[in-house]
């Protein structure tokens, strides 16, 4: 029975942890061929265990993959030096010798090369068992060579999984690992059982968002004066995660939530910060700076903050697509406009990570002397994203139509809520049930879009009109969990305004110059439709200045002028002739094909997909993505093509 726990339990390490994390490509492949050994007799010693197995992995004909992985007794090399010293060494030794084409691999639960303490990196080489991986040369070629013909290159691997796993976080890292851990600790309790010897006890860790985080948080803001009204967090199945669920029958209206001011997160608070607040004033960090920097320095000392039920709280971020590793991002996203925002927001995050690595804001925030890493960055980006708000402070306003903040939302503070930041979203909420603030009672509001019964999950509007392409960047989801309505602005494609081609006339570049059109600006297209301010743009590229003056254009206008004359076509289309609208339409129609063509696969190949294979959820999350964005476009096509 022991030998069958720890055989379970490696197995489960090697598909929950190094598969599902996809901290190696090529593992999920080579499991069918993956022979677990575990090495319990006392009379044999562990390099004669590791030569029997060397002999018969070199055995087995090159054409058929094969590899091993030989389990230990934590008994005798509990200590990471230890198993390093008198097991792996010697076993690399011995297969240069003599099993030439053959490597092999340590893994140790205490395994750590980093020179930082609880370095997350160090986890890509740890396990729940001291265990030795022999791999053949032939095979690891072999997966490399496929990989490099998918356009990956196989050299990054590494270099990925430092950044990912340091973006997911140790507590995180062991609460994946522990379902592994407790495996492991039932085989010790049987083997201890059988031979009357005590074995060392790997530390199994926190539970990442468990009951006891959710009662934490519960308490902690009730002590700093927030009560719940008829709510109650919750964790639950099914991919909703953590939510609120109705305690008492609700009444439509209802304030369900009242968060104090003094809860609320905002760059104000970096700033007042006891430790961080100096450096963050010198630096003259924006909101988004100083959030980013705040939840990266009280995430490393977790611990001893103050705010640590709230970070404990925070998910780590592992499944949103801001920290998949380059080999999911572009493979899967390749075509799709997802993809340029979050490349975007990574160009951010570098940004942020500059400005995190100056001077005092860098003294401030090191941890041990650890920098902060990049991976950091993406997690507290990801974590802002998904679980910030843009409130007016000083009106009392909430902000549905957007995030981050643009200019004309300038009055708007971006905060973090805890507790409000746990609910789901539903798209029937809509605007009744935005977080707003309240400057008569000093709170965060939020009211009962509809009645609800107790017991029933509790839900608010992250977003209004928010598209499929936004759930996935911004929430880290593309599917609702609740029928989808038709009526619902939920398939989208963003365009570049820039691929609708270059400016006809000087009349057009001039206008187009006024209007300081960024290379990055986008026209989204819901639901195949397009409206006048689509075509506007076009009209812009493509009318004659006559139109054009019509329209109130001069030379050398000023912004805020080329904005009213944007406005005058798009609200009076009778200032352009046939021709010019023929052109417009077929500029239109050319951006949109070549947006479509971007896709390596159709729209029905990625159905197929959807139908035919069993794919990881992140997998599944990308398809369903670039088929909201290709449906928007076939739409918008098809309404173009009607209209020629």
């Known amino acids: 029975r022991a030998e069958e726990a720890v055989r379970e339990g490696t197995l489960h390490w090697l598909q929950t942890f190094v598969i599902g994390l996809q901290l190696c490509p090529f593992a999920e492949e080579a499991l069918p061929a993956t022979h677990v050994v575990v090495h319990t007799r006392a009379d044999i010693p562990v390099l004669a265990a590791v030569a029997t197995e060397l002999r018969a992995l070199a055995a087995l004909p090159l ?202 997160l905002t760059a104000g608070s970096a700033r007042r910060h006891p430790t961080l607040g100096g450096a963050v004033k010198a630096a003259s960090l924006g909101e988004w700076e100083a959030l980013c920097a705040l939840l990266i320095w009280e995430r490393r000392h977790v611990e001893s903050s103050p705010l640590g039920p709230y970070i404990r709280a925070l998910p780590s971020q592992a499944d949103h697509p801001l920290l998949w590793p380059r080999n999911r991002l572009q493979p899967w996203l390749e075509g799709s406009s997802a993809l340029a925002l979050l490349l975007q927001c990574r160009e951010q995050c570098c940004a942020t990570l500059h400005a995190l690595q100056q001077g005092a804001l860098a003294d401030a925030l090191a941890q041990q002397g650890s920098p902060v890493y990049e991976a950091e960055v993406h997690w507290a980006a990801a974590t802002l994203l998904s679980r910030a708000f843009n409130l007016d402070l000083t009106r009392g306003e909430d902000n549905p139509t957007g995030f981050p903040c643009n200019a004309h939302q300038s009055q708007r503070t971006l905060c973090l809520v805890p507790w409000a930041d746990t609910l789901n979203h539903s798209f029937e909420a809509g605007l009744p049930s935005c977080l707003v603030y309240n400057p008569a009672t000093e709170h965060a509001e939020l009211r009962a879009h509809r009645s609800y019964a107790p017991g029933e999950q509790v839900f608010d509007c992250y977003r209004l009109h928010l598209s499929r392409v936004h759930a996935f960047t911004d929430y880290g989801f593309a599917e609702s969990r609740e029928a989808e309505s038709a009526d619902v602005e939920w398939d989208c494609c963003l365009v570049r305004v820039c691929s609708l081609g270059a400016p006809e006339g000087a009349a057009n570049q001039s206008l187009w110059s006024a209007l300081e059109v960024a290379e990055s600006s986008n026209l989204q297209v819901y639901n195949g439709a397009l409206d006048e301010q689509h075509r506007a743009w076009g009209r812009v590229l493509t009318a004659s200045e006559e139109e054009l003056r019509r329209a109130g254009w001069r030379e050398n206008l000023s912004f805020s002028r080329a904005i009213d004359v944007f406005d005058t076509l798009t609200c009076q289309q009778e200032c352009c002739g046939r021709e010019t609208e023929s052109r417009v339409t077929r500029r239109l129609w050319d951006a949109l094909t070549c947006a479509l063509q971007g896709f390596p696969t159709t729209l029905e190949e990625d159905a197929q997909l959807l139908e035919c294979q069993q794919l990881e959820e992140w997998q599944r999350q990308a398809v369903v993505v670039r088929m909201s964005e290709k449906r928007a476009l076939l739409g918008a096509i098809t309404t173009l093509e009607s209209t020629k």
């Open 63 to 264: 054409d058929t993959a094969a590899t091993t992985l030989l389990v230990l007794p934590p008994s005798a090399f509990g200590e990471f030096e230890t198993f390093m010293l008198e097991a792996a060494q010697p076993a690399q030794e011995l297969a240069e010798d003599e099993y030439e084409g053959i490597q092999v691999v340590p893994f140790h639960p205490a395994a750590r090369y980093s020179e930082a303490v609880d370095d997350p990196a160090d986890w890509a080489t740890r396990s729940p068992y001291p265990t030795l991986h022999l791999l053949r040369d032939a095979d690891v070629e072999a997966a490399e060579e496929e990989w490099i013909t998918t356009g990956q290159d196989p050299s990054q691997i590494s270099s990925e999984n430092i950044a990912f796993l340091r973006g997911v976080g140790v507590p995180a890292l062991r609460e994946r690992m522990s379902p592994a851990v407790s495996t492991m600790t039932e085989a010790r309790r049987l083997a201890e059982k059988a031979s009357h010897r005590a074995s060392a006890e790997i530390p199994r860790g926190e539970q990442a968002c468990g009951d006891d985080t959710l009662q934490e948080l519960t308490s902690w803001l009730r002590a700093r004066g927030h009560e719940p009204r008829g709510v109650a967090l919750r964790r639950f199945e099914l991919g909703w995660g953590c939510g609120a669920v109705a305690t008492r029958h609700l009444r439509q209206g209802t304030v369900i939530l009242a968060v104090p001011r003094s809860c609320l």
